[in-house]
């Protein structure tokens, strides 16, 4: 589903590649968008990339962490 996003952002980066400018934020879109589409998401729309950064965290969202209280302590 957000396959023409993907190739818009593979497009803006073989043209910043040729012109010698780097774009670091479309690099990591860029890698995101391939890995939602190795994991299946493909056909999901943007919001599924939540589920993939969860997945790629190897931590559920929400988990307590470091200066952050588990879910179900915040009011």
Known sequence: ???SCHKD???ALAA???SGVALPSASVA???LSTAAELGYGHRDIAALYQVLEQMAAAPVGAPGPGRPAMKDVA
């Open 1 to 3: 589903m957000w396959s």
């Open 16 to 18: 910043a590649r040729e």
């Open 30 to 32: 860029d890698s995101m």
């Open 9 to 11: 952002i593979r497009l």
